[in-house]
Nanobody
Framework: QVQLVESGGGLVQAGGSLRLSCAAS????????MGWFRQAPGKEREFVAA????????YYADSVKGRFTTSRGNAITLVYLQMNRLKPEDTAVYYC????????????????????WGQGTQVTVSS
């Protein structure tokens, strides 16, 4: 069982930056592909970014491509999401998710493919 905790959210003005982290509650053994999702009030959860456990494959939603960057961390802080040039429409609760095993280059864009989820961190972008 892997427990994930997101951090780094907050309030920022449009055009600003935030860096989200996703940490495991304890040292993680094995390989985990990671994903970022977000959910705005009144909207469905949507995919933001994904990275394979090796880091060799990365994929972004069109809405964040060129502004957000995800990268691998270590066995405790599993993944980061650097968010630049933030827009008010980026306001949402951001969640990280982990999928155990799989091939070194596999990424997942559907939430149902992930095994573990964090509780989320609020990101609010003011205009």
């Amino acid at each position: 069982q892997v427990q994930l905790v997101e951090s780094g959210g907050g309030l920022v003005q449009a055009g600003g930056s935030l860096r989200l982290s996703c940490a495991a509650s304890s040292y993680t053994f094995g390989n985990y592909a990671m994903g970022w999702f977000r959910q705005a009030p009144g909207k469905e959860r949507e995919f933001v970014a994904a990275i394979s456990w090796s880091g060799s494959s990365i994929y972004y939603a069109d809405s964040v491509k060129g502004r957000f960057t995800t990268s691998r961390g270590n066995a405790i802080t599993l993944v980061y999401l650097q968010m630049n040039r933030l827009k008010p429409e980026d306001t949402a609760v951001y969640y990280c998710a982990a999928k155990a095993g799989g091939s070194a280059w596999a990424i997942q864009v559907r939430g149902t493919e992930y095994d573990y989820w964090g509780q989320g961190t609020q990101v609010t972008v003011s205009s």
